[in-house]
């Protein structure tokens, strides 16, 4: 049976895997979703340790790519997608550390941005060979940090897209200002004054133009794309492959901000990955656990912490969980549990892990293992993991109150750090914006 992709808003007509990755969002502004989840085959949980890392995650994509990129081209997308560590790290007897920051941007995105501007690569060279004509997609994009440097990354040199990135000045670290300003090519950093907020209106004000979009092809990177989405799935069949205690599914704690990321590990357990069970692990901003405590679903303006990639007051993702739980909550509780945890929970949990087992955990990380902790609390005997999503050193300042020592910095850091940025600085203006768009 083939996938295609639907509206969650139901008023757009289904598309296949090119046309849902190449508009980012449905016409009437609803998410994509499949229509069905492929079940993986199960013999891949019979010998997994036996199977080569690409073999894996190539197995779980492929059906929802649906031969829109044939199946040679596609192993090598998700090869360049996986092509650095993603190691179960054991932190205590019962608990480890799924390490997603050993991309070139040290945080979990890496992943999902590379398969994106592969598959985006791929249509835009099609699209030549198929016409002789060039089509140009202009990637815009608005980042509170690690987004826009993953995305710079990720779409570097790619033939045929323009990326455009709009961050709050003065309002990401340094880290993640050099990662997402130093690329140059065919990657446009704004530094706008204002804060994210107007970054995303002018980002929202851009999409809603149609007359702008008539003249320039737009699409989001944003994590509501399937492309950045599906891939993220790939890191959780990895880790069941270094599970030892395979008699034992893990908790998988997941430091949540958008939903995007459990998203994809409820859809991979949808898809019959064994999971004992999920926790989404909020900061202040906790939506979420609200509404698994009270069936009441409220937004609310989102609160800065220490954890800023999570700083989210409605989630877009979520609506993806509540669809492949059918609405039910009763179903959905059974499978996710989520705690809220304090800035001051998050640092007590950074020293007290540093201090008792060696381990260094940035602010996400570090949210992830103490909402694990609660839960292991009331259910002894459990053994799970936590994913950290980011490197340590990409949050200088929480790191500084946790301990004195020098962070191990990654290999480029130095190199990284001396590149020269390369920004536009402008107003939080949406007729510049367009102007800018129109002229790339
Ligand atoms: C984006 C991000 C998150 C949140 O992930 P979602 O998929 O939005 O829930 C958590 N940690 C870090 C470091 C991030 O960059």
Same mark, same amino acid.
């Given at each position: 049976m083939r996938i295609h992709y639907y509206s969650l808003n139901k008023v757009s007509p289904t598309v296949?895997?090119?046309?849902?990755?190449?508009?980012?969002?449905?016409? #009437?502004? *609803?998410?994509? +979703?499949? $229509?069905?989840?492929p079940q993986v085959d199960k013999q891949i949980f019979t010998?997994?340790?036996?199977?080569?890392?690409?073999?894996i995650c190539f197995r779980v994509i492929q059906p929802y790519v649906n031969g829109e990129i044939p199946d040679e081209a596609l192993f090598t997308i998700v090869q360049q997608t996986i092509a650095f560590p993603l190691p179960l790290v054991q932190v205590t007897s019962h608990i480890a550390s799924l390490e997603?920051?050993?991309?070139?941007?040290?945080?979990?995105? #890496?992943? *999902?941005?590379? +398969?994106? $501007?592969?598959?985006?690569?791929?249509?835009t060279r099609q699209h030549k060979l198929n016409t002789g004509k060039a089509q140009k997609i202009v990637v815009l994009v608005a980042t509170s940090g690690d987004t826009g440097g993953a995305v710079a990354a990720g779409f570097e040199g790619v033939e045929g897209v323009e990326v455009v990135i709009l961050y709050p000045s003065g309002k990401v670290s340094k880290v993640q200002e050099q990662q997402l300003t130093t690329q140059g090519q065919n990657i446009h950093a704004i530094e706008i004054e204002g804060s994210f907020d107007d970054c995303q209106q002018m980002v929202k004000h851009a999409f809603a133009d149609m007359a702008l979009r008539s003249r320039v092809f737009l699409t989001s990177a944003n994590s509501i794309n399937i492309a950045r989405w599906l891939p993220q799935q790939f890191y959780y069949f990895l880790a069941w492959k270094q599970w030892q205690d395979k008699d034992h599914p893990p908790v998988i704690s997941v430091p949540s901000g958008n939903f995007g990321n459990i998203g994809a590990g409820?859809?991979?357990?949808?898809?019959?990955?064994?999971v004992q069970h999920f926790i989404a692990a909020c900061n202040l901003n906790d939506v979420v656990p609200r509404f698994?405590?009270?069936?009441?679903?409220?937004?609310?303006?989102a609160i800065p912490t220490l954890s800023n990639a999570m700083d989210v007051g409605d989630p877009s993702n979520f609506i993806r969980i509540l669809t492949l739980f059918e609405h039910r909550l009763d179903n959905l509780k059974n499978v996710l549990s989520a705690y809220s945890i304090s800035d001051d929970e998050t640092l007590q949990t950074m020293r007290r892990v540093y201090r008792n087992y060696g381990y260094l955990t940035d602010p996400h990380g570090a949210v992830g293992m103490l909402a694990l902790e609660r839960y292991m609390q009331a259910h002894p005997g459990r053994k799970g993991y936590f994913l950290e999503t980011a490197h340590p050193v990409k949050f200088p300042d929480a790191v500084a109150e946790v301990m004195k020592d020098k962070i191990p910095a990654p290999s480029g850091l130095e190199a990284l750090m001396q590149r020269p940025k390369k920004a536009i600085k402008a107003r939080a203006d949406n007729a510049w914006l367009r102007d800018f768009l129109e002229s790339l």
């Open positions: 296949g895997f090119r046309e849902a990755v190449i508009h980012g969002q449905a016409p #009437d502004k *609803g998410l994509y +979703f499949p $229509s069905h989840i010998h997994i340790e036996a199977l080569d890392d690409a073999e997603l920051f050993h991309g070139p941007t040290w945080a979990f995105k #890496d992943v *999902g941005a590379r +398969f994106m $501007s592969r598959c985006l690569g791929y249509f409820l859809l991979a357990y949808a898809g019959g990955l064994p698994l405590q009270t069936g009441k679903y409220e937004v609310h303006k």
